[in-house]
């Protein structure tokens, strides 16, 4: 007998979709993680009919989608695509992403090695990405993915192998905040975390238990930091209303391979401080990422060539 699959025997690939829902013929690409949760739902409908029994007769299978959360510690080049697809953007001559308009699907398949099953996701994209930045751990990322269907067989997607880059860390980088355009390099800041919010969305028509397409909402992007209670610079800015540019750079050990996160117009909405203790105190502010008409968008990822 066959033991039951492992999580250490797993894998995920991807390759990107020309046609929404339709995965194209080519190689997939491994995709390092941590964990993921992709699954497929369905909606239930249940016949309404009484009966003198009291016990229903009609219970059926209705709008089905797929989704789930990729989480993995992000590095250069391996999630390139997953970002774009997030930004809803192509990565620019000059190796950046700004938030656009276009959506980018991907079919993504889970292969269970040791059981050799493999589920196959199709038409996904990049609802949310969540990063956080804190010390002592790696730059964790979250991908959450909304997708069309899911299908399941015995045939692995033949794999390109990842970039074999290392993961970030929060020690080889740096965070500038300030007003805008003008932000300088600060070394009170404790964690930041960020999420850009797409809501994407199956839109589902008669005849079809699957969506022909997703709807996608407003680039909704909120983060938090927390910095160390050194002077009133954090506090005047949550008080006064002061537009502030941050800028977060992320590296491996190498420091070249740099990912920069760049908010150019972002308003801080609280700038909350408690004594919980003897240690030292903190700042703890929320923000949201605005429109800016210089750089044209309100949240936007550069990385090294």
């Avoid at 015995?154 to 020690?171: H, I, L, M, V």
């Avoid at 540019?245 to 420091?255: K, L, R, S």
């Avoid at 117009?265 to 929320?286: E, F, Q, Y």
Wanted: charged residues 20%.
């Amino acid at each position: 007998m066959t033991c039951f699959a492992q999580g250490s025997r797993s894998s995920l690939s991807y390759i990107t979709e020309n046609i929404f829902g339709t995965t194209p013929a080519g190689n997939f690409t491994n995709l390092p993680f941590s964990t993921h949760s992709l699954n497929l739902s369905k909606d239930r409908v249940a016949g309404n009919d009484i009966q003198a029994d009291r016990m229903p007769r009609v219970d059926r299978h209705g709008n089905r989608q797929a989704g789930g959360d990729i989480v993995a510690d992000l590095r250069k080049g391996d999630y390139d695509d997953l970002l774009a697809s997030a930004m809803l953007d192509d990565w620019s001559v000059n190796d950046t992403l700004v938030v656009g308009t276009t959506p980018k699907y991907l079919s993504i398949e889970h292969y269970a090695a040791d059981i050799d099953q493999a589920r196959l996701f199709t038409g996904c994209a990049v609802s949310s990405l969540a990063v956080s930045i804190a010390p002592n751990q790696m730059v964790t990322t979250t991908f959450g993915i909304v997708g069309k269907d899911m299908t399941i067989d015995q045939t692995e997607k033949t794999q390109d192998a990842a970039s074999g880059n290392q993961p970030f860390d929060s020690y080889s980088g740096n965070i500038a905040i300030g007003n805008v355009a003008s932000s300088t390099n600060v070394n009170i800041v404790t964690s930041l975390d960020f999420t850009l919010t797409n809501s994407f969305s199956p839109t589902f028509v008669v005849g079809s238990d699957s969506a022909p397409c997703l709807e996608v909402g407003r680039a909704e992007v909120e983060g938090n930091l927390t910095a160390y209670f050194e002077d009133d610079a954090l506090v005047n800015r949550f008080l006064n209303e002061v537009e502030t540019e941050i800028e977060v750079q992320v590296d491996d050990p190498t420091g070249s391979n740099d990912y920069r996160f760049f908010f150019p117009r972002a308003k801080i909405n609280t700038a909350d401080i408690s004594v919980d203790g003897p240690d030292s105190l903190t700042v703890n502010c929320s923000f949201v990422a605005l429109y800016d008409a210089t750089e044209n968008t309100n949240f936007k990822i550069r990385r090294t060539a």
